[in-house]
């Protein structure tokens, strides 16, 4: 199974989240060994879950890009792990853009991970150097070098799995996704290794039709 996680970032309003769906579900090719992740930003994530549901659409799950530090409680404007329970089965945590403009360190983090885990949700834990601390429970790991963000300069294959030996020194249990400036151009670059389980898509997820590209790429070799 290979993982193909979508980061809208805040680059969407609702509109723009309805007319995606829309054309992507009138038009997407089924794909039986990709397991895509979908992370709209907070104040669409029950509304995706819920046309999810109602189309019966059982092959996309849904993530969060982010997790308060907070269990429930008096926290007001908060999106906790224990009211996205059930709503989301993943959690994106650790990107380096809340690290950046947020000033998230490592003992938020650690809190963000071990409440999702309370709640069922299941962390991707994105890192960009190889000395950040990975908090324990963890089991997917995104790999998004700071330079490759955005940028349109994806990594080399080789350098990615490079980091992933040094960083988790055969430790097969955690599943490995690559982010940073992926498209349908690289994607099956990334894919093809059996060392790296999934990719993470900023930019080439935003229009839908450029979305529709990779996964018809895909379907033709996974
Ligand atoms: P990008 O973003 O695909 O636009 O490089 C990836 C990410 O930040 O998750």
Request: glycine share 4%; aromatic share 10%.
């Amino acid at each position: 199974m290979k993982y193909v996680v979508i980061n809208w970032k805040a680059k969407k309003n609702f509109a723009e989240v309805k007319n995606w769906l829309q054309a992507f579900f009138e038009n997407k090719p089924k794909l039986d060994n990709v397991q895509i992740i979908l992370a709209p930003s907070t104040p669409f994530l029950a509304w995706v879950k819920q046309y999810i549901e109602d189309k019966n659409i059982d092959d996309i799950k849904i993530a969060s890009q982010d997790v308060s530090k907070f269990d429930k409680g008096s926290y007001t404007g908060e999106a906790t792990a224990y009211s996205l329970q059930n709503i989301v089965e993943y959690a994106i945590i650790g990107h380096s853009e809340r690290r950046k403009y947020l000033n998230e360190d490592i003992s938020t983090l650690t809190q963000k991970v071990s409440l999702s885990l309370k709640y069922n949700i299941q962390p991707i834990f994105c890192t960009s150097k190889i000395e950040e601390e990975i908090p324990n429970g963890v089991r997917m790991i995104a790999y998004e070098p700071l330079d490759s963000i955005g940028t349109g300069n994806n990594l080399a294959v080789e350098k990615v799995i490079e980091f992933k030996n040094r960083k988790l020194k055969n430790n097969s249990r955690i599943i490995f996704l690559y982010g940073g400036s992926v498209n349908h151009n690289n994607i099956y670059e990334y894919l093809m290794q059996s060392d790296i389980d999934g990719v993470l898509i900023g930019t080439a997820s935003l229009e839908v039709d450029n979305f529709l590209k990779i996964l018809k790429k895909l379907k033709k070799r996974i």
